[in-house]
């Protein structure tokens, strides 16, 4: 989710007219919203964050499978003259013993290129599961964001409705969930 630039300056304007009205209750609800506002945009950032971490590592994954493929044509084209050397050297001639090298060197070599190809695909595979790792954080904490706003927007209705208590607490239980929720892509 996206936040906008200037939305804790809207916040802080609301804080500072409720604090003129000198009700002590608002005052706490405003204050209560200026915090989720801060919770949300850190966990806003974070999400970003991930985001940003999923969509590369799945671009380096890509890359990776690239060169591995590359790799696996270099080892075909290895392989097919390997081969060509093998028939040319059963032929009994006078170049027999340079086919025969020639046809080794190549089989060498493609073992060679065929290991580079295994390591650049382990390498893709590491980087698919490690964009996955981090699109689940994302998805957690898009989880997170919206219990916050969802707790800014509540407490909200607590000023509106004449400082009825419920749509506070309830703001409060919305924003530890999401505050939790945040926590949890971390540590659990």
Known sequence: MS??????????????????????????????IALLAVVAATVGSLETLESG????AKNEAVLYQNKATDQW?????????KNMYDIAASVDGPKKDDFLK???????????????????EEEATAKLEEGSHHEHLHHRL??????????IAVATI?????????????????????????ASAYLG
Request: aromatic share 8%; hydrophobic share 45%; net charge neutral.
């Open 3 to 32: 936040e906008s630039p200037t939305e804790h300056f809207e916040h802080a304007e609301h804080a500072k007219h409720v604090a003129l009205h000198g009700d002590s209750f608002t005052t706490l609800v405003s204050i209560t």
């Open 53 to 56: 971490a999923a969509i590369s």
């Open 73 to 81: 044509n270099f080892f075909q084209a290895k392989s097919l003259k």
């Open 102 to 120: 020639t046809a080794r060197r190549n089989e060498e070599e493609g073992v060679e290129i065929q290991k580079e190809a295994k390591k650049l």
């Open 142 to 151: 898009t989880i997170a964001v919206t219990l916050l706003h969802v707790a």
């Open 158 to 182: 607590a000023i509106i409705a004449g400082g009825k208590r419920w749509p506070w607490f309830a703001s409060i239980l919305l924003g530890v969930g999401g505050t939790i929720a945040a």
